[in-house]
């Protein structure tokens, strides 16, 4: 270093020798001489022009800086060079100092941000209108499929029956008659079977959320209770005991487990002495927009994940949250996943199920930590 | 969709192996940073490179203030580019501010990470009570301040906030080759969401196996917040190297090589 240099640092000979080239620099350029002076020597073992700010004996000292790495057999040399631009730099700062005014009037604008918070409002209320056009869409869909098949069925078989009755009614005894009646009944049960379903769905499609704040063990807890399971040593259920807060309406919540685990419970691996479940939950950030593409708000969600030990889902997964469950393995009135995924969606949250890799089932749900709701 | 994503982060997959390893650079750089690292894997490993959007060789144009506001935007960019490449049992492995993006988009979809390798992490650059971070305010104003006086000579610093330059090919070029950056209003942005960040509240939800590569005299991530993080992330290795700075891939990439090695052979995922 030299002599200009010393005088201008105030420092000398003994306490530079052998100290770090960033140990000169002001805290914010040690930052830049990390993150992108080094690199920058480092890959082109030269660097043009470079601002970095020296700590000097009063002020810091701004300096423009050139270097040049020269690499000999068995060691290397670094040339630096600089120049002090305490002037230049005044002017510098006005013009920096001007554009961050600029910027800061922009952003302070208050009618620009009425319109930005406006239009942010409007964005969501889309992506609210979105999903549940989306959600309306899948129903509609599922419903139009119950009416033209599932209903179509046992009212076909009931019709079939009525006639072949109708047509023998002189020939057949007492005992062939009941038998019949008896499938005619069957026939009309499972259809309204189906139809209550579909009400008890529509009942939920209407309610209106009650937001409670929420500790997940109590709620479990009276989903356990609920259930009658406390006592059953084949059920384990484990979960924290203290949990991140979050809002979410409390009764639909509670039976959102009971759905989850009853279905557990259902497909629960035989070979298996116990049936594990796990659920545990965390608070992390996520987009709020799901449906409105190339818009981004992160914001505090509960992730909660359940896993269990049983058969998984034969099906493919995205066909579990389908209204009436048409594998065998689920009660064929059975509608407790498609509830729950109505119940998430109405928190305007979401839920994802797989089968996990080994064994079991998994789902991983999000729920917004605020109150938010669809309406 | 999946092609666009990899062109648009450069992403670049080489090597010979099956298990992915992903490499991903903190602030100030690019991918071109673990040049000196990579080829230590290529023979047992697919390496996975790319720049997040705004850095290096990617796309610009997908810049988009909203998403990039927050470190959980540069977590979608790793997951987004995990999911192109249906890339699973992914050994993630990053640089400085890159550690906490790993992060977050391994607690938002642990099942695609098998463990997690953090080079010079930091959950929070700010001193907060009880938390040692190294950094005051008034340090990082100073840092803004520094790019702000190496970015002036920038048309479309002091020009009205163009995001998207492509006619102006040759100005991106010439910044390419000077600050490993493709504009210095996205890299302002990402040093101010890189060092106002605080993650700590983030690190207990990492369940992997995780090393933790801690430089000596770090000035940008102190010690002590390399044995925060091992506190915090339940079942992390800590290993203090000798290499200092805060570049240990590029000033000292044996040590580095040997460590990861070291880590990967001695974990079960």
């Not at chain 1, 999903?131 to 869909?141: D, G, N, T, W």
Request: net charge negative; hydrophobic share 40%; with cysteine.
């Amino acid at each position: 270093m030299n002599t200009e240099m010393r005088v201008k640092l105030g420092v000398d000979d003994n306490t530079i020798i052998g100290s770090q080239f960033e140990d000169l620099l002001t805290v914010g350029s040690r930052i830049f001489f990390q993150t992108h002076f080094y690199p920058l020597i480092k890959m082109q073992n030269s660097a043009r022009e470079i601002f970095l700010s020296f700590k000097g004996p009063t002020d810091s000292v701004p300096v423009l800086l050139n270097v040049e790495v020269k690499s000999f057999e068995k060691s290397v040399e670094i040339y630096c060079g600089g120049m002090i631009i305490s002037n230049r730099n005044r002017f510098e700062k006005e013009l920096i100092e001007a554009k961050r005014v600029a910027e800061e009037t922009l952003a302070e604008n208050a009618e620009l941000i009425a319109v930005k918070d406006a239009l942010m409002e409007h964005q969501h209320k889309l992506e609210s209108q979105f999903r549940k056009l989306k959600s309306l869409k899948e129903q509609q869909q599922e419903i139009f499929k119950i009416i033209t098949h599932d209903l179509q069925e046992p009212l076909r078989k009931a019709v079939f029956i009525s006639d072949f009755l109708l047509s023998r009614l002189h020939t057949l005894d007492a005992a062939a008659l009941a038998d019949k009646l008896t499938r005619i009944i069957r026939c009309t049960t499972q259809m309204r079977e189906m139809l209550l379903t579909l009400q008890r769905y529509e009942e939920l499609e209407n309610m209106n959320l009650r937001y409670h704040p929420i500790e997940l063990s109590l709620v479990l807890r009276e989903a356990i209770a609920e259930l009658n399971i406390e006592d059953d040593p084949g059920i384990m259920v484990t979960y924290q005991e203290s949990n991140p807060i979050f809002y979410a309406d409390q009764y639909l919540l509670t039976h959102f487990f009971i759905e989850l685990i009853r279905n557990s419970i259902h497909n629960r691996d035989n070979q298996k002495e116990i049936l594990k479940i796990e659920i545990s939950i965390l608070e992390t950030r996520k987009n709020v927009f799901l449906e409105s593409a190339d818009k981004y708000q992160f914001e505090k969600f509960v992730k909660i994940t359940y896993l269990d030990n049983g058969e998984g889902f034969l099906t493919d997964s995205s066909r579990v949250f389908q209204i009436l469950q048409r594998s065998e393995q689920f009660n064929k009135i059975s509608i407790g996943m498609a509830f729950c995924k109505r119940i998430v969606e109405k928190h305007l949250g979401t839920i994802v199920a797989k089968s996990v890799k080994g064994s079991g089932v998994g789902f991983t749900v999000f729920f917004p930590t605020n109150q938010s709701s669809e309406s | 969709m999946s092609q666009e994503i990899l062109k648009r982060n450069n992403v670049i997959v080489k090597g010979n192996g099956q298990q992915v390893i992903m490499f991903a650079h903190g602030f100030g750089c690019d991918q071109n940073m673990w040049r000196f690292v990579t080829p230590a894997f290529e023979d047992h490993y697919k390496i996975v490179l790319f720049d997040y959007v705004g850095c290096g060789k990617s796309d610009v144009s997908a810049y988009n203030i909203d998403r990039y506001s927050s470190l959980h935007g540069y977590a979608q960019d790793v997951l987004e580019i995990c999911e192109a490449l249906k890339a699973e049992e992914i050994i993630f492995v990053g640089h400085s501010v890159s550690a906490m993006i790993g992060l977050l988009a391994a607690v938002e979809n642990p099942d695609i990470f098998s463990c997690m390798v953090f080079i010079g992490p930091s959950a929070r650059y700010i001193n907060d009570i009880d938390y040692t971070g190294g950094f005051s305010y008034e340090d990082l104003e100073g840092l803004l301040e520094v790019m702000d006086n190496n970015f002036i000579g920038w048309a479309n610093f002091l020009a009205p906030v163009v995001m998207k330059n492509q006619e102006r090919a040759e100005l991106t070029e010439e910044l390419v080759e000077s600050f490993c950056s493709t504009d210095p209003v996205i890299t302002r942005r990402f040093a101010k969401v890189t060092f106002f960040s605080d993650n700590r509240e983030d690190l207990s939800n990492l369940t992997m196996p995780c090393l933790i590569l801690q430089c000596s005299g770090d000035a940008i991530a102190p010690e002590e917040v390399g044995l925060y993080i091992h506190d915090k992330v339940k079942g992390s290795t800590f290993e203090k190297m000798n290499a200092t700075g805060h570049c240990p891939h590029m000033s000292h990439p044996e040590e580095t090589i040997e460590l990861i090695q070291k880590f990967l052979n001695q974990t079960t995922y």
